[in-house]
């Protein structure tokens, strides 16, 4: 005669079930209302955290799926309700750790994330695509990574990413969307298409701090920050937000973009910020009989590197050099990073090298706790 499932074995299941945007398992984050068992069916009641869940389906079946996997449960009933105002506070207080107000997660003692300001002198650089496929990159290899489009006039990244639709709302809480394992947020999954958004300064600091600290991040090994070209309000409201940011300057070989470039890095000499390094993109395209031809000249990344050295006293290197590739524009045209839809690709493995440099890099001890004590 077949065992009967108990109540415990089916909670131990359901323990193992990941909500898909929070990340976290169904019974910590409060989801499991009831589990009940009637012969070999096990009715397991969950409340989701919105009404309109845009994962409602993907929860059931991971649920039934958990469920079937103890000895003696034929058949499972879920029956869904929604969380009450409550519950959500109660999850918002779980996710925050406790804090009842939103905070910037970044800027915490003892916070191990490590932040990169991804800029540039001016556009069509190719900031972007080198951020996206940084952070694809960084995710493959294992890395809790997260995007923030800092580039509120000429946001790109969802498109890039293949993000759809926007963030679910938890009351005051966002839940970024996550794609191909990178959670991101855009002004872009606000607005309708087509639409541009025409905002002064303060507007974008503050949209800057609603998506550091209303989002719920989670625990990220890497945040990528998108910038917009230039040294304007966005640069500024960074430095301020994210003081300990470090700085990663993208440019291309050519002489005029590279000197234009060096000023995006010499921002740190202002706001007391690092730059972890300088990638040069578009480099060189391949030809068929294997020769590389410069097509925007030669030298320029580690010019600028070398500048920046100089300047801030302190050894800037060239994270790398990285080929103009078709593949590359395609696969971001098709929502999918090219480290991903084509990982041997010159493109690729140029910015895999890079991210795996970045990506392990070790954080400084600037706003650290070192545990030594006054005696």
Excluded at 286 to 299: A, I, K, M, T
Excluded at 323 to 347: E, I, K, N, Q
Excluded at 358 to 365: I, T, W
């Amino acid at each position: 005669m077949d065992a009967m499932p108990t109540i415990q074995q089916i909670e131990a299941a359901l323990a193992t079930v990941i909500d898909p945007e929070i990340r976290r398992p169904i019974t910590e984050i409060g989801m499991v209302r009831s589990v009940d068992v009637a012969g070999s069916t096990a009715v397991i009641g969950i409340d989701l955290t919105t009404q309109g869940c845009p994962m409602r389906e993907r929860i059931v079946t991971d649920v039934e799926s958990a469920a079937r996997t103890v000895e003696g449960v034929a058949d499972v009933r879920v029956e869904l309700g929604v969380m009450s105002d409550a519950q959500r506070e109660n999850l918002r207080s779980h996710l925050r750790g406790g804090k009842p107000a939103a905070v910037i997660p970044f800027t915490q003692p003892g916070n191990l994330t490590r932040v990169y300001a991804i800029a540039s002198g001016k556009g069509g650089v190719g900031k972007s695509t080198v951020t996206v496929n940084l952070a694809a990159s960084m995710a493959a290899q294992g890395l809790k990574v997260g995007v923030l489009d800092a580039d509120i006039f000429g946001f790109s990244v969802p498109s890039m990413l293949g993000v759809q639709g926007q963030p679910t709302r938890l009351d005051d809480m966002l839940l970024p969307p996550i794609a191909h394992e990178v959670k991101a947020v855009s002004i872009g999954m606000f607005v309708p298409p087509g639409q541009p958004v025409v905002w002064r300064g303060p507007m974008l600091h503050r949209a800057l701090e609603q998506f550091l600290a209303d989002v719920f991040w989670g625990d990220l090994d890497v945040l990528l920050l998108d910038l917009p070209p230039g040294t304007g309000d966005t640069a500024i409201s960074v430095a301020q937000l994210l003081p300990h940011a470090e700085i990663v300057v993208v440019t291309t070989p050519q002489t005029a973009a590279a000197e234009v470039a060096e000023r995006a890095g010499a921002i740190a000499t202002q706001t007391q910020q690092s730059v972890a390094g300088v990638i040069e993109n578009m480099s060189w395209l391949v030809q068929p009989d294997g020769s590389r031809l410069h097509l925007f000249g030669e030298g320029g990344g580690q010019a600028v590197a070398d500048r920046l050295s100089s300047l801030l006293g302190t050894d800037v290197p060239l994270l790398g050099q990285v080929p103009l590739d078709v593949t590359a524009r395609l696969a971001g045209d098709a929502g999918t990073p090219v480290v991903l839809s084509d990982p041997a690709s010159d493109a690729a493995t140029a910015l895999s090298a890079i991210a795996t440099t970045l990506g392990h890099r070790k954080r400084g001890l600037a706003g650290r706790p070192l545990g030594v004590t006054v005696t």
